[in-house]
Every structure is written in C-alpha cells, then in structure tokens.
C-alpha cells in the first residue's frame, strides 16, 4: 500500500495528501483509478525524472555504499532530496516545460520570526467539551492510533538485527503523553509508523535516542529552514518511500510464507488485499477473521489417534482437547475392543475440556463390564475434574 499510494506522486499528481492509506480518497478517486488517472492523463516528466533516478539511487546505493570512510555515513535518502531540490532548481532555469509546480512541493509553514513560530500553536477550545462529537473522537482515535502502534510495533521487532522486544504498555504510555501535549498546542495526534521506524532501523539506529533526536531533528528543520524544506519535490520522497516499501514487502517474504503452506500464505495474502481495498485496521480485522478460521479448522484435524497390537491398545491426545473434539474422542473409544488392556495417554496435553473428562469417565465406567483394563496417563491433577474411581481401572499421573 505504501508503493502504491506513492505511485501518483512519483508522476506529479498530488490529488490526495501525502500519508492516506484509505483505498476511497478524497479526491474522488481511488488507490487504482488515481495510479491510472497519475500515468495517463497527469504526467509531469520533471517529477518523473527525479522519481527514477531517486529510485535507481536507492537500489544502487544498497548495494556499493562504502563500508569504510566518512561516505558510510551518508544517508542516500538525503541524497535523493539534495538531488530533487537542484534538478528542480535547474529545470525552472534552462527547461521550464519540466519544472515541478508548486502544488507538487513539501509545503510547511514558514515563520518570519520565532513569535511567528510559537503563533503557530494554539489551545484547545474547551467550550465543546460538552459536544457528543468531541468524545466520540477522543475515545476513536486513542484505539486507532493504539493499534497501528502496536502493529508498528510489532513489524519493528522483527526489523531490528537484534530482536529486541519493545516494552508495549511504555509505547502506549509514552504516545498517550505526547499526544495529549501536542494536542493542548493545537498539534495532530500521532502514531508509531513503520515508515519512520525503518527508517531509523536502515540508519543503523541503535537506541531509544534515535527517536529523540528523530523528532528534534524535524522540529529544527520546521524552525530553522521551512523555506528549503518546501523546495523538496513530493516526487523526491515519493521515490524514498517506494523504496522502502519494497524493501518491507520483499518477493522473498511472500516465498517465505508460501513455503509455511497455504494455512499461513493464505490469511497473510487476504490481509493484504483486504489492507489495499478498505484501510490498515479494517484490513487487519478482516485478516484476523480468516486466521481465526484456519486456527478453527487446524482443531478438527485429526487429535486423537488409536492403535492396537494384539490385547494392548493406546489411545493418545496428541494436543489439548476442547469441546469441539468430544466427538473425536467418542469415536476412538467406540473402537476400542473387548478384553483389551487400554493406556489413554494425556501427557500432551496441559488443558482437558470437562465435556472430554466425562467422555473418559463414562467409558472407563463401562469398561468393567467389557473387560478392559484401563490406565490412564498425564499430569492432570488439580488441573480437570478425577477421571476414575472404577475398580478395575487405574489412574497414573505421570
């Protein structure tokens, strides 16, 4: 979703603003059409041109950027809009027709002087606190934005070369906090993102002062230099952006999962799709729904399995029995013959639904009247209800 919805603005249409993931727009148009409407009929070959060569930058730089010396330091990112600001800057002055407009501009607000600046800022309005809408938003986007940070979250984990884990509840605790201080400024609420996280993570980031200095660095430049800032072509970081949804969504991570076999391939593939047609959490709720499917249907494989080798039979869980496996058990204990010594073992399991329990225990019941012999093994005490007292049968917990 992040390559494409950066399509349009490799091409120099920016009808929708920068940062939507929804499928519908609002410019009317959607994810696909607003791709197509960008490479037919709204082409602006100056951005185009500083999109490519951006994006060859990128690949090329990931593969000889110099491993010693003062260029490793260099981030290709910078160079790419160091390079879209001075193409740019050559176009209005020896090839106008390829000059990108200003409405295809980064566009931030620029101060004449620091009391312009902290004009900028402003304070809640507290005589709608009474206003239904008010509340309704304030509890909608604390979830929202709790969620895609804890995904964020999540795909960062996995991005870090040290496995790390972050600490969830200090995530939560640390954005509830800045949110609720930008938003007594007048500022927008804000959320973990996987862009700006890789980011810091393919800058070779390695703790928590990266993200400090992420933020200072962004308000230096908003303070210090907005007029150089809205020089950058949106094309610029367009090309940026794509590259770093390629390297998120890899063709070796689909293999990956495809490898894992269709119980995974699938949920991860209707993720995606659902994602790039509604928006991140609805995509995500729908994909949930289908893991949870395939998680339902792994419980009706086969869990209990029955042998016999002549008088001796087993019968084993091979994994915990709920519910939804009491018919399984009924049906292996029904071929259990007559005059046979039983083992039902239960060491795999940790948890025995009590509707199982009474299955075993209305068999073993029955047993003496069959003449079957019956152990039973697992460590399940204090854990299920006593599963014999039968004369001719024997419980071991083992």
């Known amino acids: 979703i992040l390559i494409m919805k950066q399509v349009p603005h490799a091409f120099g249409y920016d009808g929708d603003y920068e940062g939507d993931f929804a499928f519908f727009q609002q410019d009317g148009r959607n994810t696909f059409s607003a ?33 010693n010396g003062p ?81 964020s979250v999540k795909a960062v984990d996995e991005l870090d070369p040290k496995r790390r ?12 906090g800045g949110n609720f201080v930008s938003g007594m400024i007048g500022g ?46 949106l094309a610029a970081l367009a090309a940026i952006l794509i590259h770093t949804g ?29 994602i790039l047609f509604t928006d991140l959490l609805v995509g995500i709720g729908i994909g949930l729904a289908v893991g949870f499917v395939f998680v339902i249907a792994r419980n009706f494989r086969t869990v209990v399995t029955f042998a016999c080798d002549g008088e001796d039979c087993l019968i084993r869980a091979r994994r915990n029995l709920y519910f939804i496996h009491k018919w399984e058990l009924q049906r292996k204990l029904g071929e259990v013959p007559d ?23 209305s068999f073993i019941k029955g047993a003496k009247f069959r003449n079957i012999d019956i152990v039973v093994r697992g460590d399940l005490a204090g854990k299920t209800a006593p599963l014999i007292d039968a004369p001719r049968s024997e419980v071991v917990y083992a």
């Not at 884990?165 to 509830?176: C, D, I, R, S, V």
């Not at 490898?259 to 995606?272: D, E, K, L, M």
């Open 339 to 361: 005059n046979c010594n039983l083992l039902i073992d239960l060491s795999s399991t940790n948890y025995v639904d009590l509707d199982n329990v009474d299955v075993i225990n």
């Open 71 to 151: 260029l490793k330091f260099l981030p290709g990112p910078l160079v790419v809009v160091a390079f879209g600001v001075l193409a740019n800057t050559v176009f209005a002055a020896g090839a106008p027709a390829l000059s990108i407009k200003p409405e295809h501009l980064v566009k931030v607000p620029v101060a004449e002087d620091f009391g312009a600046f902290l004009g900028l800022f402003s304070l809640p309005d507290f005589t709608m606190i009474g206003e239904a809408a008010v509340w309704t938003t304030a509890l909608t986007l604390p979830l929202v934005a709790s969620l895609e940070s804890l995904l």
């Open 188 to 233: 927008l609420p804000v959320t973990s993102v996987i862009v700006r996280s890789s980011a810091n993570v393919n800058a070779k980031a390695d703790g928590k002062l990266s993200t400090i200095l992420h933020g200072i660095w962004l308000t230096l430049g908003v303070l210090l230099i907005p007029a150089v800032l809205n020089l950058i072509p």
């Open 165 to 176: 884990t972050t600490p969830k509840n200090w995530e939560l605790f640390a954005q509830g």
């Open 246 to 274: 390629y390297k998120l969504t890899s063709p070796a991570l689909f293999t990956k999962r495809w490898s894992q076999g269709y119980t995974q391939f699938v949920p991860f593939v209707v993720t995606i799709v659902a």
């Open 35 to 67: 791709m197509w409407h960008a490479v037919s009929s709204s082409v602006s070959w100056g951005a185009v041109i500083v999109a490519v060569a951006g994006l060859g930058f990128l690949f090329w730089w990931d593969k000889h950027k110099p491993q």
